[in-house]
């Protein structure tokens, strides 16, 4: 158990058979099941509701790396010994039997208000954003970039480096190789885009009008429209369609 989470006693509900490592800097609010183990460096939020037998914070899947037992030997600070950890937002929903490892050579990182469903698994250096659904099952390669948002069906697996959109919709049982753009929906194997997720933009306040005109960019056919539709988008979600815009093509 780290100092952080010493210096706040009682703020956390963790079961007696759960295991934390050194390392493990716990935020307030947080309810960690039985079996649970967390290993260090992890730096975990408020307000995470963590079920039993999860494991978060072992080393990625990487022959050439260290394999540290963290459980047992607090970390010697050196990334390059210890691996680059994992850091977890607020408010996520992590069910029984999710499994995240640690980074190799960046941090893996899951943002706030996630639902990571049962037997879900986000490999090493992968970069996860905010309001995630991850259906039971998935199985994510190593250095992945998930968006905000994005929604993706049971048995869903994703290749090495694979990125997903904001608000993307992948269904159940779909092999993803390549990106998958904002706002679409992607299934099969190999996964295929087959349309714009409608629902989801038009609950972002965004009407028919303006998703007929974004759609050619959102299947990655055009460019964005340079008439200023992106600065009239309702709410966050021009931020949103710039920074996607603005992307990089390779990511690493």
Same mark, same amino acid.
């Given at each position: +158990? ?20 050194? !390392? ?22 408020? !307000? ?15 022959? !050439? ?28 929903r992590?069910r ?9 050579w ?5 943002g ?7 037997g ?19 199985i ?24 997903i ?6 269904g +159940? ?45 959102l299947?990655g ?11 009239r988008?309702? !709410? ?13 093509r390779?990511?690493?």
């Open positions: +158990m780290s100092d952080a989470q010493a210096a706040r006693p009682g703020t956390n509900r963790i079961h007696p058979t759960a295991v934390l490592g050194e !390392g493990v800097e716990l935020g307030e609010g947080n309810v960690i099941g039985p079996y649970t183990v967390i290993v260090g460096p992890a730096r975990i939020g408020d !307000g995470n509701w963590i079920g039993p037998h999860v494991t978060i914070g072992t080393p990625g899947e990487d022959r !050439g790396k260290p394999h540290p037992a963290a459980w047992d030997t607090a970390p010697s600070g050196d990334p390059e010994q210890d691996g680059h950890g994992v850091v977890i937002g607020d408010r996520n992590i029984e039997y999710v499994s995240v490892h640690q980074g190799t960046r941090t893996t990182t899951l706030s208000d996630g639902y990571y469903l049962r879900s698994h986000i490999a090493h250096d992968c970069l996860v954003g905010s309001g995630v659904t991850i259906a039971s099952n998935v994510t390669g190593g250095h992945c970039h998930i968006w905000d948002g994005a929604n993706l069906g049971m048995g869903t697996v994703l290749h090495q480096r694979v990125v959109g904001p608000w993307a919709m992948v +159940m049982s779909s092999a993803v190789r390549r990106e998958v753009g904002a706002f679409t929906i992607a299934v099969g194997n190999p996964a295929r885009v087959t349309g714009v997720n409608v629902v989801g933009l038009s609950r972002r306040g965004v009407d028919e009008t303006t998703i007929e005109a974004l759609s050619p960019w299947k056919k055009s460019g964005l429209p340079d008439d200023g539709l992106a600065d988008l309702p !709410g966050d979600l021009s931020t949103v369609v710039k920074a996607w815009d603005a992307r990089p390779e990511e690493h």
